[in-house]
């Protein structure tokens, strides 16, 4: 299958292309390296050594989606490209609403144009809100509580409405739980800019001393040692539940949101133990006031994703803070290591 996979150079789009070049799909990569280096493609291609395209582009240049496309002529889309920080959708809620719902809808306007009727989205289980029971199942009311997550809520919507309007157009739609780990070669892997907001990339930065002391955000909440409790999910198995759905939106037609987590949750103060034993090093926290907007559990009913998909979750937490710490530990700058922002222009010459 021809695959565009746009925002693929990006921490779950570079895991996920590896996988898809793996299968022997050919893929574009479409992306404007906001939020990643073209380092991350050259590891793919040296991890995969396969080719695939690569264009340097903004989802929302229609004209630019359109000539790669007709170019390409990809079957289906894996979208990836967008925004994705609570805290900054706050303060820019446009730019939030420009780049991820526009671009979305640029995107579709370009599909339509070119004959292609199958896309696989990258929803967030932050679409569900506060929970009115859990685990969390797909029809769990949505009622997200940040600008971020309406975003995401809004894009279901479009997309559900433009697969309505013909038979043809076929859309799986995957919310995932939280993200976290990295590919086992320690090659690529997640590279927050800045202080990373969530928990994982904070505790390796800890780990590995390049900060002082994670700040755990409330031990007060009803869970078994009152730390906020999430349903955390490999990089890897993430990556293959985009597999699966390619596969099955190539026997199906309609729109299917479907969760992708575990279905198991795990404490902050767990995720620590689990980093604590993967690095050999201690982690030194505190406990300051609940984050304004957290909830207490998180957790994914994955049972859709099986009936579906035929996936399931393969990897635990152990696994997950391994591969993490494996990734933190060969790379302390990240893709900077090797290569800083400085050079992306060669790099990305090399790359295309
Ligand atoms: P990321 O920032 O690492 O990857 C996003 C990629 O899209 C980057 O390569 C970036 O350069 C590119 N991009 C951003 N805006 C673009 C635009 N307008 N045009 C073209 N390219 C653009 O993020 P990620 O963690 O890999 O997340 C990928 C997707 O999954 C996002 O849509 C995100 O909202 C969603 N998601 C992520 C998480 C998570 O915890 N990481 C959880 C739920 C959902
Ligand atoms: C956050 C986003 C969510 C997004 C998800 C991606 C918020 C409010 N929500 O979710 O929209 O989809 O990331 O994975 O930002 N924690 C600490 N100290 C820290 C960081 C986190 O104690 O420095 C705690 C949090 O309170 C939470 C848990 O760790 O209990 C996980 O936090 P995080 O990784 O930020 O993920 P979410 O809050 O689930």
Same mark, same amino acid.
């Given at each position: 299958?021809?695959?565009?996979v746009t925002g693929g150079a990006g921490y779950i789009g570079s895991h996920t ?32 050594? &396969? ?11 229609? #004209? ?33 609403? =420009? ?20 896309? &696989?989205? !990258? ?37 559900? #409405?433009?697969?309505? !309007?013909?038979?043809e157009f076929t859309a799986v739609v995957l919310r995932y739980f939280n993200p976290?780990?990295?590919? %086992? =070669? ?13 928990? &994982? ?23 078994? #040692?009152?730390?906020?409790?999430? #349903? ?9 539940a985009h597999v699966a759905a390619l596969d099955y939106a190539s026997r199906f ?25 993967? =690095?050999?090093?201690?982690? %030194?926290?505190?406990? &300051? ?8 559990? /998180? ?37 900077? /290591? ?15």
């Amino acid at each position: 299958m021809r695959v565009l996979v746009t925002g693929g150079a990006g921490y779950i789009g570079s895991h996920t292309l590896l996988q898809i070049l793996q299968e022997r799909h050919e893929a574009l990569v479409f992306d404007n390296f906001s939020n990643s280096s073209p380092e991350a493609l050259r590891r793919v291609r040296r991890l995969t050594n &396969v080719d695939f395209q690569v264009t340097n582009g903004d989802v929302r240049d229609e #004209d630019a989606l359109l000539r790669a496309m007709r170019s390409f002529r990809p079957e289906a889309i894996v979208h990836f490209a967008g925004l994705k920080s609570v805290g900054e959708s706050n303060s820019q809620p446009l730019e939030y609403y =420009s780049q991820n719902v526009v671009g979305t809808i640029k995107l579709l306007r370009a599909m339509e144009q070119t004959g292609c009727g199958t896309i &696989v989205f !990258s929803s967030s289980a932050t679409v569900y809100g506060e929970a009115r029971y859990l685990p969390y199942d797909e029809s769990h009311p949505s009622q997200p509580t940040n600008p971020y997550g309406r975003t995401k809520h809004f894009i279901e919507k479009v997309i559900s #409405d433009w697969v309505a !309007s013909r038979p043809e157009f076929t859309a799986v739609v995957l919310r995932y739980f939280n993200p976290v780990g990295a590919h %086992p =070669s320690g090659l690529i892997g997640e590279h927050p800019s800045g202080t990373p907001n969530n928990l &994982v990339p904070y505790i390796t930065q800890v780990a590995a001393g390049r900060l002082a002391r994670l700040r755990i955000y409330g031990n007060d909440y009803p869970t078994r #040692d009152g730390t906020g409790e999430r #349903d955390y999910i490999h990089v890897e198995d993430l990556a293959r539940a985009h597999v699966a759905a390619l596969d099955y939106a190539s026997r199906f037609s309609g729109c299917e949101a479907i969760n992708v987590g575990t279905g198991r949750g795990a404490t902050v103060l767990e995720m620590i133990r689990e980093i604590e034993a993967a =690095s050999g090093r201690k982690v %030194p926290y505190e406990i &300051v006031a609940r984050r304004e907007g957290d909830i207490a559990t /998180s957790i994914a009913d994955v049972r859709k994703a099986e009936r579906l998909l035929g996936w399931k979750a393969q990897y635990g937490i152990a696994e997950m803070c391994r591969s993490a710490w494996h990734w933190q530990s060969r790379n302390p700058n990240g893709y900077d /290591s090797s290569h800083g922002p400085e050079n992306h222009g060669a790099l990305l010459e090399e790359v295309s």
